[in-house]
């Protein structure tokens, strides 16, 4: 029992009780808002629950990182949060899920690996939007041919083009586009309609709102920005992709989406604890309220901090043109790209535990994530510091 | 303070009372002996660690699987987990090491990948003494030829024949051996000494004795038994196959070893809270007294259980030669592998504490692991079980 009468059996009783000597045990006082594109900031709930079982799942004695991906408990673990994530995001009983690992980056190969290897032959349609997607379409040159339906290097990666400037392929293997580009914040805001199989990257935006999934041959998503840890990858693809029908003869088997969905992501050790984790954010956000809770607290945020750079009269700038404006990635400039100035945002912002806000090392400027980890306390926290620095160093 | 006038100020603290209902916050009453195969028991120090670092590491404000791959602290981690496996493994300074995802069984594809591109062709010699081997050699056949140098499937996977008995392809360009088979538990316990450059899938007994790292071409191992959680490989290579000399254009990008190389793993995002648990259980064995440590623990472990299964006159038998026994899984099976008193034991144990001793869904029986995590305490309890469950049940 705590001298504040509570009884303290778990690190979450500890968190609350009244007193700080014992909310401090678990660590949690004193986090900063991280603005990282990832890995990234997660739920504080999530992380004091995976804290708490960390030595001793559910009493089964052992940690969930130490227990055989075969046992009883970590299938049900391995299976709620498949059918978590079925419910959140509404994917047709006939699709695969499916979780390895390798990144997104894995993914570009594994993409025709998979694809190319069919009926429809070996060329795919590349909607280049940023630098995730010229690699994705890189890769690809080396098992079939990757063409750029666009490709806005040109802008330096701030525009989506207008679908009837995107030159398709007659017949194209499939269609692929990065829904959400990190590095320069640019986000498809509706499903790309389009002829051939559609693949896309939703690594950076999966899980902040719904999906047109039946529209899609093929999605996948690192996990390591709104769904938990990096090292696993998940990807939803259609019965026909999931068939090993398009498969190519020289794919590897860990590449392979039909050995996969035939042996439930197992057919090798999984990485059981990224997994576990994600189960955790998928069962707190279904407590939460679901896929539209996240929604509408990203409007909220990317909302607050968009109006502060518009509202600013140059003073900071947003390169992305507004239609193509992510949520979950809002890089700006101060005066112009002013580098010392920038020095001294990133410097003054630590001081009221505002972190990770350097853009990306390709880019330079300001670049803040909003992942649906980052509370809106923290936003709130930015946006009044955004105003006071503007107040205080404009010329 | 808690009421035995210790300072609780972390979880380890809280560790350190005498008082049990503070111990209890931790989750560090009351955990099994767990022998799975991998993932598998962890050293607990290392899990109290993780624990008490899970929300605010070393004063950051964030959790390890928050930051940034590129910030500075997690870099650290990383380095100094680098650092630490050199040391502790005597890694030639020339050596590469390198940290990926996919497991053992991405790997496999990865040995021809980088392996058969190169002057000395595209056929691979495979030691063949388990399933792993077997599956290893298999992979090679999709970019090359994998030839079985030897092959015990004939035996049943129990034995490793001599090397005079070896049939070596001239000029291969590689010779591929598994140093541990989960399955069966057979282990090599010398360097094979072939012409071939010499690669080895370390998955399973890394890091529980020294290696000879220069002997080899390249080294690569899972982490999920003796190093961490699942969802990391180190693989360690000469300068001659990190350098891409070897690599087949049909590489993926992911999979290149050169690439990795370069970009010390950390092309795309690497699974860091995966990276930083491993980092945890290097530091934690070079405070411990380094591999020597776990090498002779190791022996101790594995010697009192095989002495036992050796003087039970027949009611325990272990099914691989007596030279190729594993160190790590001791598969056994009782009375002629009787079914009825297999599910007793595997019953009764688990009134001990003593958990997951089924053996591989391939072969039945009883499997003890005995990776680095498992104590010293946990094997002598089931040492005693094994003697007085024989002596109960012995007809």
């Known amino acids: 029992m705590s001298a504040d009468g509570k009884i303290v059996r778990t690190i979450s009783d500890a968190m609350n009780t009244d007193l700080p000597e014992v909310r401090a045990l678990t660590g949690a006082e004193s986090r900063v808002y991280n603005f990282s594109a990832g890995p990234s900031m997660m739920p504080l709930d999530v992380l004091l629950d995976v804290q708490t079982e960390m030595l001793n799942h559910k009493k089964s004695g052992m940690s969930v990182m130490e227990m055989s991906h075969r046992s009883k408990e970590f299938v049900q673990i391995a299976q709620e949060a498949e059918k978590d994530m079925r419910d959140l995001l509404k994917i047709p009983d006939d699709y695969k899920v499916i979780f390895l690992q390798g990144g ?50 040109a802008t330096k990666f701030t525009t ?10 007659e017949g194209a293997a499939l269609c692929h586009y990065t829904a959400n580009e990190t590095v320069n914040g ?22 902040s709102k719904d999906i047109e999934v039946a529209k899609h041959a093929c999605i996948y998503a690192g996990l390591q920005k709104n769904l938990g840890p990096a090292g696993c990858v998940a990807a939803i693809m259609s019965p026909e992709y999931a068939s090993g029908k398009h498969e190519q003869k020289l794919c590897p088997t860990y590449c392979s989406w039909k050995i996969a969905a035939q042996n439930d992501s197992m057919y090798n050790t999984p990485p ?19 896929v539209a809770h996240w929604n509408e607290l990203s409007d909220k945020k990317a909302g607050m901090i968009y109006r502060t750079i518009d509202e600013s009269n140059g003073f900071y700038t947003a390169p992305v043109a507004k239609d193509a404006r992510s949520r979950m990635n809002v890089p700006f400039t101060i005066m112009g790209d002013d580098p010392a100035l920038t020095k001294k945002f990133l410097e003054d912002a630590k001081k009221v535990q505002l972190f990770t806000l350097a853009g990306h090392r390709s880019v330079g400027g300001i670049r803040a994530s909003l992942y649906n980890g ?21 010329k």
């Open 186 to 207: 640019v986000e498809f805001h509706s499903t790309p309609d389009v002829k051939a199989p559609l693949v896309a990257d939703m690594s950076s935006n999966f899980l």
């Open 104 to 153: 997104a980056t894995l993914q570009f190969s594994c993409v025709p690996f998979n694809m190319f290897g069919g009926p429809l032959g070996s060329t795919g349609d590349y909607l280049v939007t940023g630098q995730w997607g010229e690699k994705a379409m890189q890769e690809a040159n080396k098992y079939g041919k990757g063409v750029a339906a666009c490709n806005t290097k």
């Open 272 to 290: 059981c604890f990224t997994w576990y984790i994600m189960a955790e954010v998928l069962k707190y956000t279904k407590k939460i309220g679901g």
């Open 374 to 394: 980052m509370p809106l306390k923290g936003v709130e926290t930015l946006n009044d510091f955004m105003k006071s620095f503007m107040d205080e160093n404009r």
């Open 160 to 169: 989506i083009p207008k679908p009837s400037e995107w030159k398709h392929t």
